[in-house]
């Protein structure tokens, strides 16, 4: 297996490769022109996934810096027919000044392609969190029509394209977990958030949860709580 790591940048982009989980640097291209330039890297390497570094707050919280990086993965998606993958690089760049350290280079000269190094490195290793980069998204077609001025929270939805969720006076709650699901919220002009702490439970009428999907222990369906819903999220 052939992957491309890639640390995203508004001005650099940095690039490594890991061929049978063996790393290797490769250079930094400019954030302009990379249209251009990655079709080209990725016929001449052979590449065969790539991993594209996902920058996340210490907290745990998506923030402007994450959603510019789950953009820019779907612009690479566009170009590249394999599997794409976001990973959390959290800590890579105080890793990659500690390898650059060890080799007594100049962090500044190779600070983005030993952050694209270890970005492979966290992807391989099993231990950080990834998510697919996705083309196409299911639909919920089979929400049950809502009282309008229902409080509705969506758990952990597959994808922002829910069918009635119009018909909402109040804007609904989204605790979603993957970074394309919760972009494609805030295209919405929602405020979805990933960190399940930062919902009231209590607050919601209604809570949507996928088919198969559970609460954890978050709502207890024996009280007089919120109404739990299941949606399925059908392709097409």
Known sequence: MIRLGIDFGTSRIGLALQ?????????????????????????????????????ISMSGRFSESTLKAVSFAEKVKSIFPGRVFLVDETLTTETARRLSSEAGLDFSKVRDVFSAIQILRNYSSGMSKKWEVKEERGVCRDLPRLASESRVLFYRPRSAMIEGLDCLETEPGVLVEDPQVFLSFVRKGMKPVNIVDDIDFSSYDIIVIACGEELDGMVDLNSEGPQVIECSWLNG
């Open 19 to 55: 061929v049978e989980n063996v790393e290797i640097p490769l250079f930094t291209i400019d954030h302009t022109g990379y249209r251009k330039k990655l079709p080209r890297i990725i016929e001449e390497k052979r590449i065969e996934e790539i991993v594209i570094g996902l920058p």
